[in-house]
C-alpha cells in the first residue's frame, strides 16, 4: 500500500489534457485525499506538450514529488518527456493509437491501453479522457462508483445519456486495465484517505476569493500569464456584490484606475506579472506620495521580457522592493500556502488602508496556478480594518482653507476623508505638498511630509512576518525561501531531521520592511545559512546580507531554469553545502 | 446654492499672464455652479503639464495624478462613486502623446465622465517642444526644422472611437465655453472636449488672433445637425478640426455604468464590504 501516489497525465495541448487532470484530481479529493498538482505548459493554445502533475496522499502533502509511479499518455513525447521521472515500480499507460515505443533505457514499462479507440467505438474520441481516468482507477484499486456524482456534475446539463456513455468510458478502460495488469494488480492502491472533502484550489483563486473576503469591489486589470485568473475569478463574483471589473487597456490604466477607485473609498487593486508590474513603476510611486491605498499583486514569472511566461521563477524581488523613483514607504508580502494567500491577501488591504500606501503581494507562478488542497478557511478569522477615515460630513475648515489630508501626525497617518464628504475637499498631488495638499517646495515641509510618510512604517501590523520552524537554538544550518519554495523546504528540513542534522527553516512573508530583528536571531542561532530561491542573482540571499550581514556563513541554493525545486535535488544541493 | 464664486479657493495659479487656460478654469466653476452641484460634489482630476494645476485652482476635491494618466484614475474616481462629478483634464501632450491609448479607451467605454483638454499646440511646462497637435512645419526646440509628422485630429479620432459626445471650445469665448462643459457635465456617458487654450509664451503661431481668424462656430453652420455622426466628421474633415460648439452627442447609447451586470445603484464606496457567513462559505463550496 502507497502513502503517496504521483501521477501525470501528458499530451498535446488543447487536447483536455487538463481536464483529465482535474476530473481525477476531484474524485481524489472527495475520498478525502490531500493534492498538489502542478501542470507543465508552454505559451501557445493549440499545440505542444503540456502536462499535470498530481501528488496524492492521505496526509498533507506540501510539495510535488520527486518521482512519478503513474504516467499517462497521450503521445510519444510525453514518453520522452518524462520517463526519467520514473522508477522500476513505475508504470507508463499508453495510448495505443499512436504505437508507443518504450525507451530502451526506461525503468518502467509501458501497457497500451486503447484510449482512443474505446471512446470512439462509444461515440466520440474525446472521451479517450475518461477511459484514462478509468484505467487509473484500476491502478488505485479504486471503485469506478466514485466517479458517478462527478460526472453527473460535470456532465449532467448535457443530458442523461452524456452521463452514461461516461461513465461506461470509465468502466471500460477500468476492466481493461485490470484485465492487462495480471497478478500487477493492487500494486498502486494508497492508503485510505479520511474522507473529507477540502478546498482544492491554485494560489490565485485563494488571492481573488481574499479580495472579495477583504471588501473589495473593484478591480481593474490586464490579462496577463499567471495572473489572469485572479481577475477572471472576479468578473464572475464581483457582479453578485454589486461591484466590477474593468479590463483596462494598459497596466498603467490599471494601477491608476485602481488608485483612483480607492481614493474614491472603495477597495481596489490590480494583479499582474512582471511585464505588467514594470509598467505600475510611476503609478507605485504615485500611490505613496499621495498616501492613496493601493494593493497590487505581482506573480511572478520567468522573466526578464517576455521571459518564460508559463514557468517557474522568483526574480522580481527587487523590483519589487526597489522599482518606482525616488522614495516611497510601501509593503511587500510574499505567502507561500494557499491559506497565507487569503488571509495576506486580506491584511494588504487592511494594510494599505490603515497606512495609506501601495501593498504589494508576491506569488509565483507555482503557487500562483498549482492547485492545491487546503482546509477550508476559517470566516471567523477574517476582520476588516480600515484606518482613520472621516465618513461624516465635517465641520466647516477655519477660514474655509483646505482639510488637513497630510496633517503632520504622531504617527505619520493622517485622516482620509472621501470625495463628496461636505467641508473635505483637499487636495491631492504627486507634486511634494503641504498638510492640506497643496505644491509646496520649500525644504522645511519636505522634510516634515518625507518623515511623515516614512513614519507610518513603523506602525507596521502584519501577523507572522516570517514562518518560521526552528526546533534548535544551535542549528547546523537555517534554510531560508519565499513564495512556493516552502513545501519542497519543509521537506527536506524533515529529510535531513531524520539524518540527524539539526535544521531550522525561515520562511520569510514579510520581505519589506525586513524583518531584521527577528531574521537576525535566526541567523545568528545557525552556524549556516542557506538561502534557496528560483533566480540567478540570489536576490533574497542579498536582502539578507543587506539587512542583517552573515556574508561568510550565507550561502545560496539558486534555480533559474523555469522549473520548481522538488526536494530531492534540494536535498542533495543542501547536503554539498554542509559538507 | 453654490455660485461660481463658490468654486474658487485661495490659491493664485502660476499660469503666464494671458495664459489661455485661465478661462478654461473659470468656464469650470461656472459650468459647475449652473449645472448645480455643490464644491465637495466636483472632482476635478488632472494630469501633468502647465493645464494639469488646474485640479489646484478649483474649490473642489482635486487629483493631480502623473503625465498622461488623469483619464484612467478619474474612471476609477467615478466607478468608485458613481454620484460624484468628475471632470478630468490636462494638456494636448498628456491626452493625446502619453496618454492617448487612455483617451481612445475611456471614449469607448463611455463611463460617465467629462474629459476637458487643454490644447496649445505645444508643450508648455517643458518649455516649448512639440506636441502631437503642432502644425506640420511648426518650428519648436524639439523640432528645430519644423515638425515633421501631420498633426493629430483629436475630434476624428474621437468620433472613430465611438464618443456619444464630442465638443470643442475657445477659451476667451467663456460663455460657449461654459455651456459646453455644462452639457459635457449632464451628458450621460463620457464627453469629450478639445478647447482651445492659447500659450502665449511658446505658441507664437496659434495665437488668439489666429484663432479667431480661423474658427468657425457650429451654430453658425446652417442645418448642422449634433447627432448627426456622418455630418460631424463630414464637417470636421471639411473645417479641418477648426470649429467650436457640440460637433456630434449621441442621446440614446447608455453609459459604461449602466451597462456592467450588477454594478450597484449605490456608490460602491458606500456598500457594506462584509461577506456574511452563508455567503461566505458557500463561496468556499465551490472549491470543494
Ligand atoms: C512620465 C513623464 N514624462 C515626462 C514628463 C515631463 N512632462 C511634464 S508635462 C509634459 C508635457 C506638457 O505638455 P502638455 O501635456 O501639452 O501640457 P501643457 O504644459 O502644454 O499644458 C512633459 C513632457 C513627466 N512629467 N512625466
Ligand atoms: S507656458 Fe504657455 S501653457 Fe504654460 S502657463 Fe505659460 S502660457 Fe500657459
Ligand atoms: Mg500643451
Same mark, same amino acid.
Given at each position: 500500500?502507497?502513502?503517496?501516489? !504521483?501521477?501525470?497525465?501528458?499530451?498535446?495541448?488543447?487536447?483536455?489534457?487538463?481536464?483529465?487532470?482535474?476530473i481525477?484530481?476531484?474524485?481524489?479529493?472527495?475520498?478525502?485525499?490531500?493534492?498538489y498538482?502542478?501542470?507543465?505548459?508552454?505559451?501557445?493554445?493549440?499545440? &505542444?506538450?503540456?502536462?499535470?502533475?498530481?501528488t496524492?496522499?492521505?496526509t498533507?502533502v506540501?510539495?510535488?514529488?520527486?518521482?512519478?509511479?503513474?504516467?499517462?499518455?497521450?503521445?510519444?513525447?510525453t514518453?520522452?518527456?518524462?520517463?526519467?521521472?520514473?522508477?522500476?515500480?513505475?508504470?507508463?499507460?499508453?495510448?495505443?493509437?499512436?504505437?508507443p515505443?518504450?525507451?530502451?533505457?526506461?525503468?518502467a514499462? %509501458?501497457?497500451?491501453?486503447?484510449?482512443?479507440?474505446?471512446?470512439?467505438?462509444?461515440?466520440?474520441?474525446?472521451?479517450?479522457?475518461?477511459?484514462?481516468?478509468?484505467?487509473?482507477?484500476?491502478?488505485?484499486?479504486?471503485?469506478?462508483s466514485?466517479?458517478?456524482?462527478?460526472?453527473?456534475?460535470?456532465?449532467?446539463?448535457?443530458?442523461?445519456?452524456?452521463?452514461?456513455?461516461?461513465?461506461?468510458?470509465?468502466?471500460?478502460?477500468?476492466?481493461i486495465?485490470s484485465?492487462l495488469? $495480471?497478478?500487477r494488480?493492487?500494486?498502486?492502491?494508497?492508503?485510505?484517505?479520511?474522507?473529507?472533502?477540502?478546498?482544492?484550489?491554485?494560489?490565485?483563486?485563494?488571492?481573488?476569493?481574499?479580495?472579495?473576503?477583504? $471588501?473589495?469591489?473593484?478591480?481593474?486589470?490586464?490579462?496577463?500569464?499567471?495572473? !489572469?485568473?485572479?481577475?477572471? +475569478?472576479?468578473?464572475?463574483?464581483?457582479?453578485?456584490? $454589486?461591484?466590477?471589473?474593468?479590463?483596462?487597456?494598459?497596466?498603467?490604466a490599471?494601477?491608476?484606475?485602481?488608485?483612483?477607485?480607492?481614493?474614491?473609498?472603495?477597495?481596489?487593486?490590480?494583479?499582474?506579472?512582471?511585464?505588467?508590474l514594470?509598467?505600475?513603476?510611476?503609478?507605485?510611486?504615485?500611490? *505613496?506620495?499621495?498616501?492613496?491605498?493601493?494593493?497590487?499583486?505581482d506573480?511572478?514569472? *520567468?522573466?526578464?521580457?517576455?521571459?518564460l511566461?508559463?514557468k517557474?521563477?522568483?526574480?522580481?524581488?527587487?523590483?519589487?522592493?526597489? *522599482?518606482?523613483?525616488?522614495?516611497?514607504?510601501?509593503?511587500?508580502?510574499?505567502?507561500?500556502?494557499?491559506?497565507?494567500?487569503?488571509?495576506?491577501?486580506?491584511q494588504?488591504f487592511?494594510?494599505?488602508?490603515?497606512?495609506?500606501?501601495?501593498?504589494?503581494?508576491?506569488?509565483?507562478?507555482?503557487?500562483?496556478? &498549482?492547485?492545491?488542497?487546503?482546509?477550508?478557511?476559517?470566516?471567523?478569522?477574517?476582520?476588516?480594518?480600515?484606518?482613520?477615515?472621516?465618513?461624516?460630513?465635517? @465641520?466647516?475648515?477655519e =477660514?474655509?482653507?483646505?482639510?488637513?489630508? +497630510?496633517?503632520?501626525?504622531?504617527?505619520?497617518?493622517?485622516?482620509?476623508?472621501?470625495?463628496?464628504?461636505? =467641508?473635505?475637499?483637499?487636495? %491631492?498631488?504627486?507634486?511634494?505638498?503641504?498638510?492640506?495638499?497643496?505644491?509646496?517646495?520649500?525644504?522645511?515641509?519636505?522634510?516634515?511630509?518625507?518623515?511623515?510618510?516614512?513614519?507610518? /512604517?513603523?506602525?507596521?501590523?502584519?501577523?507572522?512576518?516570517v514562518?518560521?520552524?526552528?526546533?534548535?537554538?544551535?542549528?547546523?544550518?537555517?534554510l531560508?525561501?519565499?513564495?512556493?519554495?516552502?513545501?519542497?523546504? @519543509?521537506?527536506?528540513?524533515?529529510? /535531513?531531521?531524520?539524518?540527524?542534522?539539526?535544521?531550522?527553516?525561515?520562511?520569510?512573508?514579510? /520581505?519589506?520592511?525586513?524583518?531584521?530583528?527577528?531574521?537576525?536571531?535566526?541567523?545568528?542561532?545557525?552556524?549556516?545559512?542557506?538561502?534557496?530561491?528560483?533566480?540567478?542573482t540570489?536576490?533574497?540571499?542579498?536582502?539578507?546580507?543587506?539587512?542583517?550581514?552573515?556574508?561568510?556563513?550565507?550561502h545560496?541554493?539558486?534555480? +533559474?531554469d523555469?522549473?520548481?525545486?522538488?526536494?530531492?535535488?534540494?536535498?542533495?544541493?543542501?547536503?554539498?553545502?554542509?559538507? | 446654492?453654490?455660485?461660481?464664486?463658490?468654486?474658487?479657493?485661495?490659491?493664485?495659479?502660476?499660469?503666464?499672464?494671458?495664459? *489661455?487656460?485661465?478661462?478654461?478654469?473659470?468656464?469650470?466653476?461656472?459650468?459647475?455652479a449652473?449645472?448645480?452641484?455643490?464644491?465637495h460634489?466636483?472632482?476635478?482630476?488632472?494630469?501633468?503639464?502647465c493645464?494639469?494645476?488646474?485640479?489646484?485652482?478649483?474649490?473642489? +476635491?482635486?487629483?493631480?495624478?502623473?503625465?498622461?494618466?488623469?483619464?484612467?484614475?478619474?474612471q476609477?474616481?467615478?466607478?468608485?462613486?458613481?454620484?460624484? =462629478?468628475?471632470?478630468?483634464? &490636462?494638456?494636448?501632450?498628456?491626452g493625446?502623446?502619453?496618454g492617448?491609448?487612455?483617451?481612445?479607451?475611456?471614449?469607448?467605454?463611455?463611463?460617465?465622465?467629462?474629459?476637458?483638454?487643454?490644447?496649445n499646440?505645444?508643450?508648455?511646462?517643458?518649455?516649448?517642444?512639440?506636441?502631437?497637435?503642432?502644425? #506640420?512645419?511648426?518650428?519648436?526646440? !524639439?523640432?528645430? $526644422?519644423?515638425?515633421?509628422?501631420?498633426?493629430?485630429?483629436?475630434?476624428?479620432?474621437?468620433?472613430?472611437?465611438?464618443?456619444?459626445?464630442?465638443?470643442?471650445?475657445?477659451?476667451?469665448?467663456?460663455?460657449?465655453?461654459?455651456?459646453?462643459?455644462?452639457?459635457?457635465?449632464?451628458?450621460?456617458?463620457?464627453?469629450?472636449?478639445?478647447?482651445?487654450?492659447?500659450?502665449?509664451?511658446?505658441?507664437?503661431?496659434?495665437?488668439?488672433?489666429?484663432?479667431?481668424?480661423?474658427?468657425?462656430? /457650429?451654430?453658425?453652420?446652417?442645418?448642422?445637425?449634433? #447627432?448627426?455622426?456622418?455630418l460631424a466628421?463630414q464637417?470636421?474633415? @471639411?473645417?479641418?478640426?477648426?470649429?467650436?460648439?457640440?460637433?456630434?452627442q449621441?442621446?440614446?447609447t447608455?453609459?459604461?455604468?449602466e451597462? %456592467?451586470?450588477?454594478?450597484s445603484?449605490?456608490?460602491?464606496?458606500?456598500?457594506?464590504?462584509?461577506?456574511?457567513?452563508?455567503?461566505? =462559505?458557500?463561496?468556499?463550496?465551490?472549491?470543494?
Open positions: 500500500m502507497l502513502h503517496q501516489l !504521483s501521477w501525470k497525465v501528458g499530451g498535446q495541448q488543447g487536447e483536455g489534457i487538463e481536464s483529465t487532470g482535474e481525477f484530481s476531484m474524485a481524489m479529493n472527495r475520498l478525502g485525499y490531500h493534492l498538482g502542478y501542470r507543465h505548459f508552454s505559451s501557445r493554445i493549440k499545440g &505542444g506538450h503540456t502536462n499535470n502533475k498530481i496524492v496522499r492521505p498533507e506540501r510539495s510535488i514529488a520527486d518521482d512519478l509511479d503513474i504516467l499517462v499518455a497521450f503521445d510519444q513525447e514518453i520522452e518527456v518524462n520517463y526519467k521521472e520514473l522508477t522500476e515500480k513505475s508504470i507508463i499507460l499508453a495510448d495505443a493509437k499512436f504505437k515505443v518504450q525507451p530502451e533505457d526506461s525503468k514499462p %509501458v501497457f497500451i491501453v486503447p484510449f482512443t479507440e474505446i471512446a470512439t467505438e462509444l461515440g466520440t474520441s474525446l472521451m479517450k479522457n475518461m477511459v484514462a481516468i478509468g484505467s487509473t482507477a484500476a491502478l488505485l484499486n479504486l471503485n469506478t466514485v466517479f458517478q456524482s462527478l460526472v453527473d456534475e460535470i456532465f449532467g446539463r448535457k443530458g442523461e445519456e452524456v452521463v452514461k456513455k461516461n461513465m461506461e468510458a470509465i468502466q471500460q478502460g477500468y476492466d486495465m484485465e495488469l $495480471g497478478d494488480v493492487g500494486e498502486w492502491e494508497l492508503a485510505p484517505a479520511d474522507g473529507k472533502r477540502r478546498m482544492f484550489m491554485i494560489g490565485n483563486d485563494a488571492i481573488a476569493l481574499g479580495a472579495l473576503a477583504a $471588501g473589495s469591489r473593484f478591480m481593474a486589470a490586464y490579462p496577463i500569464t499567471p495572473a !489572469s485568473e485572479i481577475m477572471e +475569478y472576479l468578473i464572475k463574483k464581483l457582479p453578485k456584490f $454589486g461591484g466590477a471589473v474593468i479590463q483596462t487597456e494598459d497596466e498603467i490599471a494601477a491608476t484606475m485602481a488608485i483612483g477607485a480607492n481614493y474614491g473609498g472603495v477597495r481596489s487593486f490590480t494583479a499582474s506579472a512582471g511585464p505588467g514594470s509598467l505600475m513603476m510611476e503609478a507605485i510611486g504615485l500611490s *505613496g506620495m499621495t498616501e492613496q491605498p493601493l494593493v497590487i499583486v506573480t511572478q514569472r *520567468g522573466g526578464p521580457s517576455t521571459g511566461p508559463t517557474q521563477e522568483q526574480s522580481d524581488l527587487m523590483a519589487m522592493l526597489y *522599482g518606482t523613483h525616488g522614495e516611497i514607504p510601501k509593503v511587500v508580502i510574499a505567502p507561500s500556502t494557499l491559506e497565507e494567500a487569503f488571509f495576506d491577501t486580506i494588504a487592511n494594510i494599505a488602508e490603515e497606512l495609506q500606501l501601495p501593498v504589494i503581494i508576491m506569488t509565483d507562478l507555482q503557487l500562483s496556478l &498549482g492547485k492545491q488542497t487546503t482546509e477550508p478557511f476559517d470566516y471567523s478569522k477574517i476582520e476588516i480594518r480600515r484606518g482613520k477615515i472621516a465618513f461624516e460630513d465635517l @465641520e466647516p475648515t =477660514n474655509k482653507d483646505y482639510f488637513k489630508r +497630510y496633517e503632520n501626525t504622531e504617527d505619520g497617518v493622517s485622516t482620509r476623508v472621501l470625495p463628496g464628504t461636505e =467641508n473635505g475637499i483637499h487636495h %491631492v498631488t504627486g507634486v511634494e505638498h503641504d498638510e492640506t495638499g497643496k505644491p509646496s517646495e520649500s525644504a522645511g515641509n519636505r522634510q516634515v511630509q518625507m518623515d511623515k510618510r516614512f513614519r507610518k /512604517l513603523e506602525k507596521l501590523n502584519f501577523d507572522t512576518p514562518y518560521v520552524n526552528a526546533p534548535h537554538d544551535e542549528a547546523d544550518v537555517l531560508v525561501g519565499f513564495n512556493s519554495t516552502r513545501g519542497a523546504l @519543509e521537506e527536506v528540513q524533515e529529510r /535531513l531531521t531524520t539524518e540527524g542534522k539539526k535544521v531550522n527553516h525561515a520562511h520569510i512573508r514579510l /520581505l519589506f520592511p525586513f524583518p531584521s530583528e527577528e531574521m537576525a536571531a535566526l541567523v545568528n542561532g545557525a552556524k549556516k545559512v542557506i538561502v534557496v530561491e528560483n533566480n540567478k540570489a536576490q533574497l540571499a542579498n536582502i539578507m546580507k543587506l539587512n542583517i550581514g552573515g556574508h561568510s556563513k550565507t545560496s541554493i539558486t534555480k +533559474y523555469g522549473t520548481p525545486f522538488l526536494p530531492r535535488e534540494l536535498e542533495n544541493k543542501v547536503k554539498e553545502l554542509l559538507d | 446654492m453654490a455660485t461660481f464664486k463658490d468654486f474658487r479657493n485661495s490659491v493664485k495659479p502660476n499660469w503666464c499672464p494671458g495664459c *489661455g487656460d485661465f478661462s478654461v478654469q473659470a468656464a469650470i466653476q461656472r459650468a459647475s449652473n449645472v448645480g452641484i455643490e464644491p460634489e466636483l472632482a476635478v482630476v488632472a494630469g501633468i503639464g493645464s494639469g494645476r488646474i485640479a489646484g485652482y478649483i474649490n473642489s +476635491y482635486g487629483f493631480h495624478g502623473i503625465h498622461g494618466r488623469a483619464l484612467p484614475i478619474a476609477g474616481l467615478k466607478m468608485a462613486n458613481r454620484d460624484l =462629478n468628475v471632470i478630468a483634464s &490636462g494638456g494636448d501632450g498628456d493625446f502623446a502619453i492617448m491609448a487612455h483617451t481612445v479607451h475611456a471614449i469607448r467605454r463611455n463611463i460617465d465622465v467629462t474629459y476637458v483638454v487643454m490644447d499646440q505645444i508643450y508648455g511646462l517643458t518649455k516649448g517642444q512639440t506636441s502631437p497637435r503642432s502644425a #506640420q512645419g511648426f518650428i519648436t526646440k !524639439s523640432t528645430p $526644422g519644423g515638425a515633421i509628422e501631420p498633426s493629430l485630429k483629436p475630434l476624428e479620432v474621437a468620433l472613430s472611437a465611438g464618443a456619444t459626445f464630442v465638443a470643442q471650445g475657445f477659451s476667451t469665448d467663456i460663455k460657449e465655453l461654459t455651456a459646453l462643459i455644462e452639457a459635457g457635465i449632464q451628458h450621460k456617458g463620457f464627453s469629450f472636449i478639445n478647447v482651445f487654450s492659447p500659450c502665449v509664451t511658446y505658441n507664437k503661431i496659434n495665437t488668439y488672433e489666429w484663432f479667431k481668424e480661423n474658427l468657425t462656430k /457650429l451654430a453658425d453652420i446652417e442645418g448642422y445637425d449634433p #447627432q448627426n455622426r456622418e466628421m464637417t470636421v474633415m @471639411e473645417k479641418e478640426g477648426l470649429v467650436t460648439g457640440i460637433i456630434y449621441d442621446l440614446e447608455k453609459s459604461y455604468q451597462k %456592467v451586470p450588477g454594478y445603484e449605490q456608490p460602491l464606496s458606500e456598500l457594506d464590504m462584509n461577506l456574511d457567513e452563508g455567503q461566505f =462559505n458557500d463561496l468556499v463550496k465551490e472549491f470543494m
